[in-house]
């Protein structure tokens, strides 16, 4: 299912359809445009940069060109994310991530980060990745350059320049398994910067994603939870 949405360049190309129920994948356009008919077993994902996925009969992602005739690109992976910015992260079994282009060509292997080892990379959101080692999350721009240290215990994809994050100093009270946590978010721009606060105990929720420079918070209002944005 696709939706609408703000930003042209990130659009979707194409989308999988089948034309019977036990039917082969094919492709079609917003505006109806066939791509291609019945080429695919699996379900492919939607076509963003020219590309899309589908998994093969080991289960393992297949990247192609979005064409009358598609071609395969790299090799099998494990995990693949979306392009972005002809970007994209993938891992084939049994190996770290790493950054390839739209032509498949490994760009950066992500092992290690600041002489840590990398356990999990997420996909790439306005060009900056969370990325785990151990027990915390820090961050990576789209050439793998460190922009968050993992000094966090949670860390939050990119969105409207902004992350949002607990750090590590409130290991303790994260833990914790029984009442409210008395927790402090911290905001932080996309060099690592901290921009502001945001204390758990002004809200009893908050949301995870800025939209248009607005993050969705909850305060408890006569026993009731009452949303709005700050």
């Not at 966090?152 to 994260?174: A, H, M, Q, R, T």
């Amino acid at each position: 299912m696709a939706s609408c949405g703000k930003d042209e360049s990130r659009s979707v190309e194409y989308v999988p359809y089948q034309e019977t129920d036990d039917g082969r994948w094919s492709m079609i356009s917003p505006s109806g445009e066939v791509l291609f008919s019945e080429e695919f077993k699996n379900a492919p994902t939607v076509a963003k940069e020219g590309r899309f996925m589908v998994r093969n009969d080991a289960g393992l992602w297949e990247i192609y060109t979005t064409e009358a005739k598609p071609k395969k690109i790299g090799s099998e992976y494990a995990y693949a994310s979306c392009f972005e910015d002809g970007k994209a992260l993938v891992s084939e079994r049994n190996d770290y991530v790493k950054i390839i282009d739209l032509n498949g060509k490994e760009l950066k292997k992500l092992d290690k980060i600041g002489n840590k080892i990398v356990d999990a990379v997420s996909s790439f959101s306005e060009g900056y990745a969370v990325y785990q080692t151990g027990d915390f999350y820090g961050a990576i721009d789209d050439d793998g350059k460190e922009v968050i240290k993992p000094d966090y215990l949670v860390l939050y994809p990119c969105s409207d320049g902004k992350f949002i994050g607990v750090n590590k100093k409130y290991e303790n009270e994260f833990n914790k398994k029984n009442g409210k946590k008395k927790l402090t978010y911290d905001v932080l721009d996309t060099s690592g910067k901290k921009l502001f606060e945001i204390n758990s105990e002004k809200y009893s929720n908050t949301g995870t994603r800025f939209i248009d420079g607005l993050l969705t918070v909850a305060v408890e209002k006569d026993g009731k939870r009452v949303l709005g944005t700050d």
